[in-house]
């Protein structure tokens, strides 16, 4: 009897990560030119840990473990509707204009979430912000719940970048 339990337990968890790995990787990819030199947006995106100083989805950002703009160092989003998401910074390059962060926890409908965002000279009085973000939903089932599916996810991540971005444009022309 206890080995029928474990074969179903592990078929069980078996055809659960068999449905994890089949949900397809989505790919958002964000971008916008800004009518001011590459420097000036940087210094606006830069700070991993003031988010809300350009995205007026987020009311607060507090670092809550690690030190700001440091590989490993975490952040805690609170949105305007008082939802959280918790990220991690992975990568931070100031000399490329560059970052990486993950989601590890939160209200998006996301699951394994990597986005990077990057500030290019276009001109001497110009640049371009790409934001680009990697992720699966968050319900990995078969068959996920309507406003649970990829066109969800994909909707809710290009709002999220598309506002963001266009507040950027706005605050640093």
Not at 11 to 33: C, G, H, P, Q, Y
Not at 62 to 69: A, F, K, L
Not at 71 to 80: D, F, K, P, S, Y
Not at 116 to 124: H, L, P, R
């Amino acid at each position: 009897m206890k080995h029928r339990l474990l074969i179903s337990a592990l078929l069980l968890s078996a055809t659960f990560n068999a449905f994890a790995d089949n949900a397809k990787i989505l790919t958002v990819n964000e971008e916008v030119v800004i009518n001011a030199p590459a420097d000036k947006v940087w210094e606006k995106v830069s700070q991993f840990n003031d988010l809300g100083a350009w995205h007026p989805a987020v009311k607060k950002t507090e670092i809550i473990r690690g030190e700001n703009n440091k590989v490993g160092a975490e952040r805690l989003l609170t949105l305007q509707d008082d939802g959280t998401i918790k990220e991690k910074l992975l990568s931070y390059n100031a000399k490329a204009k560059s970052f990486k962060y993950s989601i590890i926890e939160g209200v998006l409908p996301v699951s394994n979430y990597v986005s990077s965002v990057t500030v290019k000279a276009t001109g001497e009085n110009t640049s371009s912000v790409i934001w680009k973000g990697d992720f699966k939903r968050k319900d990995l089932s078969a068959n996920p719940a309507e406003g649970k599916d990829d066109g969800t996810a994909v909707k809710v991540i290009t709002s999220v970048y598309q506002g963001g971005l266009e507040n950027l444009k706005k605050i640093t022309e």
